[in-house]
């Protein structure tokens, strides 16, 4: 029969300080944000018609797939159902129809 142990009286010290989860902010907030979200307050005041052409040389060396994933997962999350196309040197995004 194995014996069983018992905790040490003297437990180890905590390395890591421990905060409620009711405390932390769920949101996502990456590197992109502040880019992504005068992208979507643009798109929200665009006409249905237009689009808006984002040049990828004035996005600060973000890659084009980074850019179109950030921008709708943004779009998703503010219940915006948008469409992108892009082409060598522009982004472009509309709001769906």
Excluded: C
């Excluded at 009711?22 to 880019?35: I, P, Q, V």
């Amino acid at each position: 029969m194995p014996k069983e142990q018992k905790n040490s009286p003297s437990s180890p010290a905590l390395q890591y300080r421990r905060v409620a989860i009711a405390d932390l902010d769920r949101g996502r907030r990456g590197k992109h944000h502040e880019l992504v979200q005068g992208i979507l307050e643009e798109l929200k005041t665009a006409s249905s018609a237009s689009a808006l052409e984002i040049p990828l040389a004035d996005v600060g060396g973000i890659g084009l797939a980074n850019l179109r994933s950030a921008v709708h997962r943004a779009s998703t999350s503010q219940g915006l159902a948008i469409e992108t196309l892009a082409d060598e040197k522009n982004f472009y995004v509309w709001k769906k129809a």
